[in-house]
């Protein structure tokens, strides 16, 4: 398992208003995009502390949720209630794969932190069900200033054209990109997206 770069941050991470109300926008979005019901189930990739999985919990049948950081998880069952919970999941699921299939895949903010992504596109779509879809969240192209330390930043933000065109060479349909949300910091704005498609 790679470097616990959260280890520091878990302990703050629901803390960050901005980070809480970008999920909250992120979710939004997904659910207007997807019909949700009470018969999926979802896996949150890089699920973190659960920000974004929470949300959408609360309108599916389960949510898995997965990460390489055993602190984040942990402040993420401390959230988990018998009436909303969600199932952590510690393993890089690039390198040893889940055999289980979803009905869909949700993502915010840690496409940026995975190196290999044509690995991480080609992996996860064996993990959907037919039909099913990815909703993935992440910064648009950026100067490398979105973060005060890039330990662990493989990209500063995402080129529209440039990532829709690999997840189409992966194996997706219907593949779309649309901003839907700017993060304001004091020297400049950053663009967030929201990717989808279909297996
Ligand atoms: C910026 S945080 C986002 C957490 C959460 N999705 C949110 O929006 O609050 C990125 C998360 O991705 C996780 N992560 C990084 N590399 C990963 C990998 N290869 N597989 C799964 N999770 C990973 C980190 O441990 C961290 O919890």
Not at 44 to 71: Q, W
Not at 98 to 127: R, V, W, Y
Request: proline share 1%; charged share 25%.
């Amino acid at each position: 398992m790679q470097k616990d770069h959260f280890d520091i941050k878990s302990k703050t991470w629901d803390t960050g208003s901005e980070r809480v109300q970008n999920t909250k926008t992120i979710s939004e979005a997904i659910l207007e995009n997807f019909s949700l019901h009470t018969k999926m189930e979802i896996l949150d990739f890089g699920v973190g502390t659960g920000l974004l999985g929470f949300e959408i919990a609360a309108h599916v049948g389960k949510v898995y949720g997965v990460d390489t950081s055993a602190s984040m998880l942990e402040k993420l069952q401390e959230k988990n209630t018998d009436a909303l919970s969600i199932e952590a999941i510690h393993q890089d699921i690039i390198q040893t794969p889940l055999t289980q299939c979803f009905d869909g895949l949700i993502s915010s903010m840690t496409l940026h932190h995975i190196e290999d992504l044509h690995a991480f596109f080609t992996t996860i779509k064996n993990n959907i069900k037919e039909n099913g879809f990815i909703a993935i969240a992440d910064l648009e192209s950026e100067d490398g200033t979105f973060h005060s330390d890039n330990e662990g930043v493989f990209h500063f933000g995402f080129d529209k054209e440039r990532l829709c065109a690999l997840v189409a060479e992966c194996g997706f349909k219907d593949v779309a990109f649309e901003q839907i949300n700017t993060i304001q910091k004091p020297h400049r704005d950053f663009g967030i997206f929201l990717l989808t498609a279909r297996v």
